[in-house]
């Protein structure tokens, strides 16, 4: 099979891309604005082009290949605070232009959405085919970041309905791994997601921030695990015109909780005493005025399992793995360096 990876440069795609390279003989085409995150030398079968989305070189591929997965997306609360229209325009009217793409040439699309279209959570679980998707004010830009990925899916779906696309939706919880997002300055706020955020103050010693008490919950999903669970939606027709959560329950921790496991870690990786505190910060100043936040509850990932697949990793394998990539990456650049 040809795929056509838009957003392959991203942490997701670039995951996708080595395990696709690894474990199967698809053919791969890669495309995305940057390839800074992208080792394009290990991967001399992928065809990559540096380029924006809407370029006609992504339209002539887009026509040559079989399956197109969209990753193309926005995914930082930050960016959602600062720039609420830029996401919309990405997340959603970018991608209708992909979708529309699909319909006309008859592909099959692999649409990564995400679990943030489930909202305010209104049971123990996130069930795909089942939870009420409940968003919040209009002056809360979380929510045009939701409502735009779930109009995406409610798009999407319709085509299904009317006959003239094939898709399956992936929604992605917290996936973490080698090449997540960049590092921060110590004390800086904003930009990265929480893990990034806690590697970056364990590396420079800078505070380790929780935000709005630190009580909200996450579940972190391996990386490795994500693009397995990919892999099974690609090679199962039963995942055809279905949505599929892709997360790992027993993950599940408060941001407090996350942030002094991954001081422990850090202290048994370096062998050294971490000298970051955890220092409570409200989510306005983190972030800007009009952030919310929220407890996430975890997925529900029966759906996937029946499938055949199961996440491997447990939280402490996820953030030892992902945090040993960060200290080796850093010690690479000091060699670098000198
Ligand atoms: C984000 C996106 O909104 C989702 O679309 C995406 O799917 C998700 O990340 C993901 O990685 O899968 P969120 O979980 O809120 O959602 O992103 P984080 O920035 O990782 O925040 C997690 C929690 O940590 C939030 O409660 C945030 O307020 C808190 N946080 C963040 C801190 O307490 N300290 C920090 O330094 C950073």
Redesign the pocket.
């Known amino acids: 099979m040809r795929l056509l990876i838009l957003g392959a440069g991203g942490f997701i795609g670039t995951n996708l891309v080595d395990h696709l390279s690894r474990h199967t003989d698809h053919e791969l085409v890669g495309v995305d604005v940057s390839d800074e995150k992208l080792e394009r030398a290990s991967y001399p079968e992928l065809t990559f082009h540096q380029c924006s989305f809407s370029a006609d070189v992504v339209k002539q591929e887009l026509v040559d290949c079989d399956v197109v997965v969209d990753l193309v997306a926005f995914?930082?609360?930050s960016l959602y605070v600062e720039k609420p229209l830029d996401v919309f325009k990405l997340n959603f009217l970018q991608n209708m232009d992909i979708v529309d793409l699909c319909v006309e040439h008859n592909k099959h699309l692999i649409q990564y959405s995400?679990?943030?279209v489930y909202g305010r959570p209104t049971g123990p679980t996130y069930k795909e085919d089942e939870t009420e998707l409940v968003t919040g004010p209009i002056a809360k830009h979380r929510w045009i970041?939701a409502s735009g990925k779930q109009l995406l899916e409610r798009v999407i779906h319709a085509h299904g309905l009317e006959g003239d696309l094939t898709y399956s939706i992936i929604r992605?919880?917290?996936?973490v791994g080698p090449r997540f997002d960049y590092l921060v300055d110590a004390g800086e706020t904003g930009g990265p997601?929480?893990?990034a955020?806690?590697m970056s103050a364990l590396l420079t010693g800078g505070p380790?921030?929780?935000?709005?008490g630190?009580e909200?919950r996450?579940s972190f999903t391996h990386i490795d695990d994500a693009s397995r669970g990919f892999e099974t939606i690609l090679d199962d027709p039963r995942a055809k015109n279905e949505i599929y959560n892709i997360g790992n329950p027993p993950n599940d921790v408060s941001?407090r909780e996350l942030a002094t496991m991954m001081r422990d870690i850090y202290g048994d990786l370096t062998k050294s005493t971490p000298i970051s505190q955890l220092v409570d910060i409200s989510?306005e100043e983190?972030y800007g005025v009009g952030y919310e936040?929220h407890t996430?509850v975890p997925a529900d990932i029966e759906k996937l399992r029946s499938l055949g697949w199961e996440p491997r990793h447990d939280l402490d394998e996820t953030l030892r793995e992902t945090m040993a990539w960060y200290l080796e990456q850093e010690a690479s650049t000091i060699r670098e360096a000198s």
């Open positions: 995914a930082n609360p995400t679990c943030e970041y992605p919880f917290n996936f997601r929480v893990f955020h806690y380790m921030y929780l935000v709005d630190g909200q996450r941001i989510g983190f936040d996430r």
